[in-house]
Every structure is written in structure tokens, then in C-alpha cells.
């Protein structure tokens, strides 16, 4: 079992950044695959990136790539996203997720935090 927890979402001027966090909790969480996903409103949940367990395998949605950085700390239990060159389309709640394989497919992941509101104003 895995338990996840964001932090890092805030407010952020367009062009900005942020950097997310996801501490995990258990003692598993370095077999795991990790990913951020957001909801933006009236939307549904979409995938961002994923990263495999020893980090030397990422994805990327098209509209984050070369934008966004997906790391990962298994020494900390922590995972992380990095945020550059903020849009407002960008604003959305985030969540950060855990699951046994590396994918894109939001029904891969079994572990789910609670989601963090990041906002990028024009």
C-alpha cells in the first residue's frame, strides 16, 4: 500500500514556475511507477507525466514537453514535478499517482493523492 501527498501548488504568474512534490509513504514506493495527472475545471482528469521506478523512463503529454520535468527521489520517497514556462492552461488540481507499470493510462495507477490547485494567471 502506498499513500501519496502533494504539495508545491500555489498561485503563479504565466511564464512562471513551480516545482510539486508527492511524498509517499511505505515501504514499496521504489518498485513503483510514479505520475502526475490534472483535472483542469470542466475537463477530465488528463495525464501529464509518468516516471518508471528507477527514473530512467519518462513520458510526457504533448503540451507539457519542454516545459515540465517528472524526477524522483526513492531515498526520500518523493516525487517531483518541475514546472517552467507556466500558460494558464496549465491551471488545473494535480495529482500525483502510483501504480506497478510505466504508462500514460490514468486506470494504471491504483494509488492516488489528494491533488494540489495550481492557478497561472494572464
Known amino acids: 500500500q502506498v499513500q501519496l501527498v502533494e504539495s508545491g501548488g500555489g498561485l503563479v504568474q504565466a511564464g512562471g514556475s513551480l516545482r510539486l512534490s508527492c511524498a509517499a509513504s511505505?515501504?514499496?514506493?521504489?518498485?513503483?511507477?510514479m505520475g502526475w495527472f490534472r483535472r483542469a475545471p470542466g475537463k477530465e482528469r488528463e495525464f501529464v507525466a509518468t516516471?518508471?521506478?528507477?527514473?530512467?523512463?519518462?513520458y510526457y503529454a504533448d503540451s507539457v514537453k519542454g516545459r515540465f520535468i517528472i524526477s524522483r527521489d526513492n531515498a526520500k520517497n518523493t516525487v517531483y514535478l518541475q514546472m517552467d514556462s507556466l500558460k494558464p492552461e496549465d491551471t488545473a488540481v494535480y495529482y500525483c499517482?502510483?501504480?506497478?507499470?510505466?504508462?500514460?493510462?490514468?486506470?494504471?495507477?491504483?494509488?492516488w493523492g489528494q491533488g494540489t490547485q495550481v492557478t497561472v494567471s494572464s
Open positions: 511505505g515501504r514499496t514506493f521504489s518498485s513503483h511507477a
Open positions: 516516471i518508471s521506478w528507477s527514473g530512467s523512463i519518462t
Open positions: 499517482a502510483g501504480g506497478p507499470v510505466t504508462t500514460r493510462r490514468l486506470d494504471d495507477f491504483p494509488y
